[in-house]
Each structure stands twice: as structure tokens, then as C-alpha cells.
């Protein structure tokens, strides 16, 4: 279908401005949950924030709308933290999400690229197909919870639903899409996630694997004006849902002093002695935000009598 130019611009310009937001929804019956979300201003920041290239950024952006959509699984006041590590260029991919919407990231190499492959961002050449996904859950509890599964794809979507079915034993689906275009700028990102639980309709679960498998790509359905409901709705037809939720979301880094002072304080003894040796003050950076935080002379010998 051609959509004409002045509608296109409308749509492009309203994407753009659209607030970042995760709805969730369940089928009527409760054996399917669907959330969806767009994710580009937070993509856009966080990526003009670690200047990644633009393959490094949409393998970032792509790891950063998953990390919502499965932090939006858990309870209040419950967070995880995702490091996909994979042999690609760009190194570890690390990012976290909290309960409320709030998400960040980084990637060790930020600058690392690859050529476009057909029109396309090598993201799996990128992240590498060799490697793990750790998923740690901070849930309020003395320990947090681990999980670990090897990459599959290295296409990240693919690799947390491989996660998600494997690891916590729920058969899930997930989409996840960054538009980057010249010379690095994001203007759609989002993605989607769709988990069956038992006893499964499997007639219902086939009409929505079909309905998955006749859209277009999360990235096209963004650029075109769709919006988290109306993917859901393309997603759950016919199949009565409702919705649970619709959340905002947005970058926010955790980082504080008193948190980067415990870093210090994590050093130990003789490793602050002896940096005090040739130094008067220690410049911590916050590897999410980069944020720095200066530690003088005086603090640092604080720090030593507390310990």
C-alpha cells in the first residue's frame, strides 16, 4: 500500500515526538500476555550519550527495549540487569531496567561498526553468535536470581526469547527494532514480547504466531504511525484481550555519590594507600550516565579510618 507524501511526513513527524511507553495487555482467558513499547527517545539518548556508532547503536537500543519489556514482568520495586557477551566488535552489551520504566545501558566499544549488509545494520555481526546472555533479577531478596543461556543468534530478540522459553521455562516470542538513519540518528525504536501460559489454546496460540508472521517489521510499523496498541491489536485479532497497564519510559541512571563511595570503599584498604601515594584525589566514572564523581584527598582518608 503507497501512502501518500503528506500523510507520510505527518506520520513521520508524529512518530518522532511520540512519548517512549510499554502497554501490557492479557487475552481474556489469561493464557497469553502481550506487552509492546516504543523506545526511540531513550534509544536516541542514551546512544548520543556513549557517541555509539550506528550498528552499536541499534544493538544497544535493541538490548534496552528488551531489558523494559521484561522488567515490566516483574513485580514493584523489582529491577534486572541484562549483559549479552558475544565475540562481535562490539564487545559486552550491558543494560538495566527497573519495574518503573526506568532503563539504561552501555556497550564496551561504542565506536565499533560494520558495513550494512543488503540495506541492513550487521547487528548479529556486531554482538558475534559465540557468547552468553546473563540475566540477573534483583528481587528484594537476599540473593538475586540468576539466569545464563548461550547467545543463539546474536540478534538479541531472538536471544532473549531463547532466555525466556529455556531458562525460566515460559514460551515466549519477541520482536525488537532500531531505525538508524544517517548519520546516526534513531527515529523508531521498539518492540514487542508475547508469552503463552498454561494450558494453552493451541488454536489461538497458532492464529497469533500467524498474525506475528504476516506484519511488518516493528521499525516499518513505528515509522508508519502504529503505536504500541494498535501492534498489539494486529498481534491479539481476533482473540479478546484487555489492558493491564501502560507505563512510561525513560533514561535514568541509578548512579548517586554515596553509591561510587561504596565503589571506593570496595577497593580496600591498601589499594587507596597506595593510590594516595601519587595521587590527591581519585576521579570515579559512572559507566551508564558517565557521570564523574571526584573523591579528594580528605574524603579518601575518611574513607580509610571508616574501614
Sequence with gaps: MEI???VQSTLFCYQKI?????????????????????TTQLVNQIGNIHHTSPTATAALGRALTGAALMAALLKRGQSLAIT????????????????????????THPAADLPPQDGKLQVSGIVGKNGIVTVIKDLGRKENYTGVVSLVKGEIAEDLAY????????????????YVEPPCHVTAAGGFLVQSFPPSDDKVVATIEENIKSMEPIT??????????????QI??????????????????????ARLRRVVISLGREEIRRYLETEDSMEILCHYCLKKYLFSRRELEDILSEI
Design 163 to 178: 532466555y525466556l522459553t529455556k531458562s525460566e521455562q515460559i514460551p515466549s516470542a519477541m520482536s525488537l527494532g532500531v
Design 18 to 38: 511520540m512519548q517512549d511507553y510499554l502497554l501490557r495487555v492479557m487475552t481474556d482467558d489469561g493464557r497469553l500476555l502481550g506487552l509492546a513499547a516504543v
Design 84 to 107: 549479552i557477551a558475544g565475540d562481535g566488535p562490539v564487545g559486552k552489551i550491558l543494560v538495566e531496567a527497573d519495574r518503573d520504566g526506568a532503563v539504561r545501558g552501555m556497550v
Design 4 to 6: 501518500n507524501p503528506l
Design 236 to 257: 491479539f485479532t481476533p482473540t479478546p484481550y484487555h489492558v493491564l497497564e501502560k507505563m512510561n519510559l525513560r533514561f535514568a541512571c541509578s548512579c548517586s555519590r
Design 220 to 233: 516499518t510499523l513505528l515509522r508508519q504511525g502504529e503505536t504500541p496498541e494498535s501492534i498489539l491489536r
